[in-house]
């Protein structure tokens, strides 16, 4: 069974719709992250969260928003989504006592934003 | 502030051939520097990571990858190509309180027959 999971894996969507990307974990980890993938731009850091109730903007958090609703739950929103953000998103986690500091990624959600 | 350039979005080499994949970072810190593998339509997955201890790095898949302070990079090697090691692979720098990764735009490796 995979450790960090994402639903949807796919998902098309219109211009202006709503719509929520979910993360889940069975790693214990406390901190989550989320990311969007684009071609040759590498991983942009939109989110994070070190715990239920600390929520930090990442580097592109313009037009997301997020909801850790418990401690392996850490949910994505495109408020009024657009094709601009047409890209792979992928979510994290890790143990902030790990002394390591590496991340276990999800297996990503594709999203196109027609 | 740090960052990570990634030389290359594209390499290409042959079965059996040494695999080298270069990554330079910025850093005001001593860092700690990561290798992702992504194959296609999966996640990423950790290579191997540097903490601080040993300067050469042994991960999975016959990986390998030296840290230089003084050239402040953190290549990827593996000494002969297999196909399997067909992927994208990033190069990632952590500050030493690991709260954010920066990733690098990533080198796709493509392994010749």
Redesign the interface.
């Known amino acids: 069974d995979a450790d960090v999971t994402q639903t949807p894996r796919n998902r098309i969507t219109k211009t202006g719709k709503r719509i929520m990307l979910e993360c889940s974990q069975t790693k214990g980890h406390d901190r989550m992250y989320w990311y969007r993938q684009d071609p040759g731009l590498g991983l942009q850091l939109i989110y994070y969260s070190f715990d239920v109730k600390d929520i930090n903007k990442g580097e592109i958090s313009d037009g997301y928003s997020v909801s850790r609703q418990a401690q392996a739950k850490f949910s994505l929103s495109l408020e009024s989504a657009i094709p601009n953000q047409t890209a792979l998103y992928f979510c994290a986690t890790r143990r902030s006592s790990f002394r390591t500091k590496e991340q276990f990624f999800g297996p990503g959600t594709r999203l196109t934003v027609l | 502030a740090q960052s990570v350039t990634?030389l290359g979005?594209h390499v290409s080499v042959s079965e059996g051939a040494l695999v080298l994949l270069r990554c330079n970072y910025s850093s005001s810190v001593p860092p700690?520097l990561?290798w992702?593998v992504q194959y296609p339509n999966?996640?990423?997955?950790?290579l191997l990571?540097y903490?601080s201890a040993a300067t050469l790095v042994k991960g999975i898949n016959g990986f390998e990858a030296e840290f230089k302070k003084s050239e402040t990079s953190f290549h990827l090697t593996k000494p002969s190509a297999h196909m399997s090691d067909a992927a994208e692979y990033?190069c990632a720098v952590?500050g030493r309180n690991?709260?954010?990764?920066y990733?690098?735009?990533?080198t796709s490796l493509t392994v010749i027959p």
């Not at chain 2, 690991?98 to 990764?101: E, H, L, T, V």
């Not at chain 2, 990733?103 to 990533?106: E, L, R």
């Open positions: 990634q979005s700690y990561f992702y999966q996640g990423l997955q950790l990571k903490t990033f952590s690991g709260n954010q990764f990733f690098g735009t990533g």
